[in-house]
């Protein structure tokens, strides 16, 4: 019996903060590259598809548009300054409101979960986000439980994380979720992350 392969989506966007989307991006691809039993692809996609340019100068292509991507049965919504013209995009917040309608899995990392504070979708909701934008995710969403002092928070329908670095820990956090514990483990050693400031 053939197993239906479902799919994490990545969703890039001008001034999306690089390590957002790249960090997650390794976790994800390294566990459904080398586990592809488990029944998991990762793509990347922006609203157009092509080329996407980062925060801080780096270009990247999204391998599908909104248009042509496949099923989304995860969403990782990075940050990024590119954020902030999403907080008061309707079309963008009905978006991420219908995604969450169709039971796709919202997972954010940074300022992402603005985006998730603005559509709604963190109603009562335990979360996070990079500290200092800890205040506006508050003022977004009064209702929402703030975590400052988390790497990531999975209210289980949605996980947010703070920033930047921490959208590794969410990834791996979510192929635990996805897979089981000692699939994440065997992914966060095949990736060598044992973080140990050197500062």
């Known amino acids: 019996m053939t197993v239906e392969t479902k799919h994490l989506g990545i969703f890039l966007f001008a001034d999306v903060e690089e390590l957002d989307a790249v960090g997650p991006w390794e976790v994800l691809s390294f566990w459904t590259s080398k586990w592809p039993e488990d029944g998991w692809k990762v793509f990347t996609f922006s609203q157009a598809g092509g080329e996407v340019r980062c925060a801080k100068g780096l270009t990247v292509r999204a391998e599908h548009s909104e248009a042509d991507r496949p099923n989304l049965d995860v969403l990782v919504y990075p940050g990024g300054q590119g954020t902030r013209a999403h907080l008061a995009d ?15 899995l919202m997972t954010s990392v940074c300022t992402g979960s603005l985006v998730f504070a603005a559509a709604g979708i963190l109603r009562d909701c335990p979360a996070t986000t990079h500290w200092a934008a800890l205040n ?19 209210c289980g329908d949605a996980i947010t994380s703070a920033g930047v670095s921490a ?4 990834a791996l956090h979510l192929v635990g979720k996805l897979a089981g514990t000692e699939r994440a483990r065997q992914v966060r050693r095949g990736i060598q992350y044992d973080p140990q400031p050197p500062v």
């Not at 309707?90 to 796709?104: A, F, I, M, S, Y």
């Not at 506006?136 to 999975?154: A, G, K």
């Not at 959208?167 to 969410?170: H, L, Y």
Request: proline content about 5%; charged content about 45%; glycine content about 6%.
């Open 167 to 170: 959208g590794i820990d969410m």
């Open 136 to 154: 506006q995710l508050s003022e977004l969403d009064p209702t929402i439980e703030l975590r400052r002092d988390d790497r990531f928070v999975d």
């Open 90 to 104: 309707q079309p963008r917040l009905d978006w991420v409101r219908r995604r969450r309608e169709d039971g796709t």
